[in-house]
């Protein structure tokens, strides 16, 4: 039977398996949704077997094609493995995908200093803070911004996310401020810099204020300041701007060095974090098993 069968057909399959939609396969294999869909009832057709059930929109394996899938993804992975001696002895590329802030304020240093230990590895990064392009499987690494649940990444808390008031030193000092005795009252009359949210589970001041128990009774006013990114925000705050609401683990570096200092002694804690995931269904190269075991400092 198998001499019968393109085997585009069964990279075709895989691909839709792990994306469950046509298109978006399609989109990874450089083609049509319509020439995803004529391979797959091409497949069924050989096989004399639905593979798929549709519901409109939505795709759901049938038990055969759940059976299929688990051992053409193990024949894929085996082939992968298979041509690891005749990659180039110079090193690999790694693709990694985070978002604006995570890669400016936490990921760059680490970067960097990576590829001073492997210059034969080299690094694509994409920066996005689109959910869907952080979390497609034409990259190797990415850090997503996550309960910790995802259905096509494997993850690693790398840091919980902590929100609390930062201010530069240089902005305290100029009003006579203490920044650890400040109330979550005062704090809301500073000048509060914030960014605009693009995802709803995103965090800004308002929402924090409201989850610190504010009293329903003091009008929160509007941001003195108000940016379309968090790391403009972060940027003002560092200029002495005001008080913006900072992610305690992404901004590590600039507390660790007294650029900015946390204000008042309230803190939220979202429980989102952000994760590094490694795909579950791709054959992991070993540069990005070794630029993962850099970031999460399991090296051996």
Known sequence: MLSHIPLEAFRVFDAACRQMNFS????????????????IKGLEEHLGAPLFTRRGKNLELTPQGARLFQRVRAALDYLEESLDPFRSAKGGTIAIAASGSVS???????????????PAISLRLLTSDTSSDLAAETNDIV???????????????MMPE???????????DNRGLDAGTLTVEQIAL???????????HWISFRQWFGRVSLPP????????????TYIMAIDAALRGDGIALGSLGLIEEQLADGR??????????????????????????PEARQLHAFLTGSES
């Not at 400016?104 to 492997?118: A, C, I, M, S």
């Not at 902590?162 to 305290?172: H, K």
């Not at 003091?218 to 941001?223: F, G, H, S, T």
């Open 190 to 200: 500073l000048d509060l810099i914030d960014y605009e949210r693009f995802n709803a």
């Open 260 to 285: 900015l200092v946390t204000v008042g002694s309230e803190y939220l804690s979202t429980g989102y974090g952000y994760y590094l995931g490694l795909p579950k269904f791709k054959t992991v190269s």
């Open 104 to 118: 400016h304020l936490w990921l760059g240093r680490r970067l960097r200093d990576f590829g001073k230990e492997n």
């Open 24 to 39: 978006k396969a399609g989109r990874e294999l450089n083609i049509t949704q319509a020439a995803v869909s004529r391979r």
């Open 162 to 172: 902590r929100l609390m008031p930062v201010a530069s030193p240089e902005y305290l």
């Open 217 to 228: 009774l003091l009008k929160l006013q509007n941001p003195r300041f108000s940016f379309s």
């Open 143 to 157: 850090i997503l911004y996550s309960t910790g649940e995802h259905p096509r990444w494997d993850l690693t808390l």
